[in-house]
Nanobody
Framework: VQLQASGGGLVQAGGSLRLSCAASGRTFSGYTVGWFRQIPGKEREFVAGIKWSGGATYYADSVKGRFTISRDSAKSLVDLQMNSLRLEDTAVYSC???????????????????WGQGTQVTVSS
């Protein structure tokens, strides 16, 4: 599956952005889809994940209560709604997907086989 991330941009602290991850080549059926972010010089960090079958969601503690990951079955999209954005949310956000992820590996970037390009999110004061 090929992934295309979109929706990044510049927003003031406290504002909102919505990122989308679109699948092409095949649908997300049977996949686990995750959002990760990375700051230059730092390791890629898990943000949120969703199991397409059943819709179970998972979040990093740092975004819980502010970010919401969701799926749109009709459009084969996984969205990340980001509210109450903070300066520390500034990063390049990427979506990833894989069919064979166990729960204990869901937060590990190397567990994902397919990656989209990143989209920059910049939160300003």
């Amino acid at each position: 599956v090929q992934l295309q991330a979109s929706g990044g941009g510049l927003v003031q602290a406290g504002g909102s952005l919505r990122l989308s991850c679109a699948a092409s080549g095949r649908t997300f059926s049977g996949y686990t889809v995750g959002w990760f972010r990375q700051i230059p010089g730092k390791e890629r960090e898990f943000v949120a994940g969703i199991k397409w079958s059943g819709g179970a969601t998972y979040y990093a503690d740092s975004v819980k209560g502010r970010f919401t990951i969701s799926r749109d079955s009709a459009k084969s999209l996984v969205d990340l709604q980001m509210n109450s954005l903070r300066l520390e949310d500034t990063a390049v956000y990427s979506c990833a997907a894989s069919r064979t992820i166990i729960l204990s590996s869901l937060r590990i970037p190397s567990a994902y086989a397919n990656w989209g390009q990143g989209t920059q999110v910049t939160v300003s004061s």
